[in-house]
């Protein structure tokens, strides 16, 4: 099992940047793979970015948002940049076990085991 914790949101004006962390703790992280999605208010929670085990293969929802991991420090992180109101969620970072699989990656919610509490980000126009 693993435990995550999301922290790095706040307040930002429009065409600004922020990155999110993900700290995970308990079973050993490289385990996992990774996604950030987010939920503004009033809708869906949405997927943004997936990474695979390996950090080698990502996917996005979002051209502006860049994944990554660092396995060592067990920690996720999400890069975003040219930020725009329409971004305004909680972001949230979950985890799948894949086993052997070092490659793939998931984007679809059901597909996580793992939920972090999550982090607002929130941007002014």
């Known amino acids: 099992q693993v435990q995550l914790v999301e922290s790095g949101g706040g307040l930002v004006q429009a065409g600004g940047s922020l990155r999110l962390s993900c700290a995970a703790s308990?079973?050993?992280?490289?385990?996992?793979?990774m996604g950030w999605f987010r939920q503004a208010p009033g809708k869906e929670r949405e997927f943004v970015a997936a990474?695979?085990?390996?950090?080698r293969r990502t996917y996005y929802a979002d051209s502006r948002f860049t994944i990554s991991r660092d396995n060592a420090k067990n920690t996720l992180y999400l890069q975003m940049n040219s930020l725009k109101p329409e971004d305004t969620a909680v972001y949230y970072c979950?985890?799948?076990?894949?086993?052997?699989?070092?490659?793939?990656?998931?984007?679809?919610?059901?597909?996580?085991?793992?939920w972090g509490q999550g982090t607002q980000v929130t941007v002014s126009s």
């Open positions: 308990g079973r050993t992280f490289s385990t996992y793979a």
């Open positions: 990474i695979s085990r390996s950090g």
């Open positions: 979950a985890a799948v076990d894949l086993g052997w699989n070092l490659s793939d990656v998931r984007t679809k919610q059901r597909e996580y085991d793992y």
